[in-house]
């Protein structure tokens, strides 16, 4: 059988690699914070459901940004340093999201929200690719950084529930301006775990074009992005539905469901299982709350969607690793982190923009996105890959 395991060692887990996690995960929090904060708080205060969908979606849109220029900022300056000053713009622009209510009733306030999240998505976009496709490698030993790199992005992924349940509560107790505050803290701290880790200086290399795919986008693994992407807008249609903590909470559950399962329940099992498992799940979670109206599926179906998610999520990375070559870890990395976050920027739009109101067709349309990421996966990608992968 085709399998494919990542062992942990417990020398990864030194002092500069818990920090480079954390920042990960406070990174990714700051951002997920404001998605029901948002949520709520735009169209209270008049944006229509489209312009609150284009609001929350903008960030994704925005991550592409300084995607080419990625590389030569790493090259020409500290980067550690271009990490930090990209965390520093993100707050600024939700420090701008908080005095944005003076323009609130003009026709510019809907354009300036939006603005706000896509600079906002170009610096996080940025600061991700830094950390996770440089930072974070450049902390761990070679033979172990395919584990360093499966670790850092089940971080990322527990900010996905724990991210808007901070948001949902700070927003209920503070309202919005208390969501913000949260947000900037958790890029605070990133800020400053990233500050404690020592790096050396390296010298640029000789080619430092200003734009360059490096780092940024991985031409070989569009396809792996595609399908990732399709998967993860569903997660962004149903963080879209009006927030509940309970639903984060389970959803948080079902993520640590799919960490025991990567370790014992697919240990050495046939590749293509995992995701065809973790797509299966995401079914019946969405099936379960379309179809059923009894309590249980409360707390079921976010588990179910949480632990098909995460194992999604972990395989597709390791395929990412995978189709690299020669030096382009980190640029499949960052091709994960674009394909995981523009799906759900997508998911958020059409979820607002189109649904609002309607959560049936909404879920209908998240089903009908499973069945066809599972023929796309089984009939075509699964098999490219393994007629492609490098490694």
């Not at 925005?62 to 995607?67: D, S, Y």
Request: glycine share 8%; charged share 10%.
């Amino acid at each position: 059988m085709h399998t494919q395991n990542t062992v942990v060692h417990i020398d990864v887990w030194h002092k500069d690699f818990w920090l480079m996690v954390m920042s990960t995960f406070l990174l990714s929090a700051s951002v997920y914070i404001q998605i029901p904060a948002l949520s709520e708080w735009l169209p209270s205060v008049g944006l229509s459901h489209v312009e609150t969908g284009a609001a929350l979606g903008a960030l994704g849109i925005g991550m592409f940004l300084f995607g080419p220029l990625c590389s030569f900022f790493v090259q020409r300056f500290r980067r550690n340093m271009v990490c930090v000053w990209a965390v520093a713009g993100m707050m600024a622009t939700e420090l701008g999201q908080m005095y944005a209510d003076r323009f609130e009733g003009s026709p510019e306030f809907a354009l300036l929200v939006i603005a706000l999240r896509f600079v906002q998505g170009a610096c996080f976009g940025l600061a991700q690719m830094v950390l996770c496709s440089t930072l974070i490698i450049d902390t761990t030993e070679s033979f172990q950084r395919t584990e360093a790199n499966h670790i850092a992005s089940w971080f990322a992924r527990f900010s996905l529930p724990l991210g808007p349940l901070a948001g949902y509560y700070s927003y209920e107790l503070t309202g919005f301006d208390g969501s913000v505050i949260a947000s900037l803290a958790c890029a605070f701290l990133a800020i400053v775990f990233i500050s404690m880790v020592k790096f050396p200086f390296k010298a640029p290399g000789e080619d430092t074009r200003l734009f360059r795919l490096d780092r940024f986008f991985l031409p070989q693994g569009t396809l792996l992005f595609a399908n990732l992407a399709v998967v993860t807008t569903v997660a962004g249609l149903l963080l879209s539905m009006p927030p509940q903590p309970l639903f984060f909470a389970m959803l948080f559950a079902g993520l640590c469901l799919a960490v025991i399962s990567g370790r014992f329940v697919f240990r050495n099992a046939e590749l293509k299982s995992e995701v065809i498992t973790g797509l299966i799940i995401m079914a019946a979670s969405v099936l379960a709350m379309l179809t059923r109206t009894q309590a249980i599926v409360s707390y079921m179906s976010p588990l179910l969607l949480g632990c098909g998610i995460g194992i999604i999520g972990a395989r597709f990375l390791l395929f990412f690793i995978k189709l690299s070559r020669h030096c382009q870890r980190g640029t499949s990395q960052s091709t994960f982190i674009l394909g995981w976050e523009s799906g759900i920027a997508i998911g958020l739009f059409v979820g607002h923009a189109a649904f609002e109101g309607s959560v049936h067709g909404l879920l209908s349309l998240a089903l009908c996105m499973l069945a066809f990421a599972f023929v796309l996966y089984n009939f075509i990608t699964h098999k490219w890959f393994m007629a492609n992968k490098n490694r």
